[in-house]
């Protein structure tokens, strides 16, 4: 059984997120609650991002 720590109250990188989601699912923790919640927030954060490249056309800055 893997070890789940606290989701911290400091923003955590996408990154990071990634590698939580990852470790749990090599532990054989999906779809435990912290499975469910880390998911829920990155699929949260791609929604927010989709919007704004959604806008420039898709285009890069610069």
Known sequence: MGIVIAFP??????DE?????WELV??????????????AEINRRKA?????REASGGRPRG
């Open 9 to 14: 109250t400091k923003q955590v990188l996408d």
């Open 17 to 21: 997120l990634a590698v939580k989601l």
């Open 26 to 39: 090599m532990a054989g923790e999906i779809g435990s609650p912290e499975y469910r919640r880390l998911d």
């Open 48 to 52: 927010m991002v989709m919007p704004r």
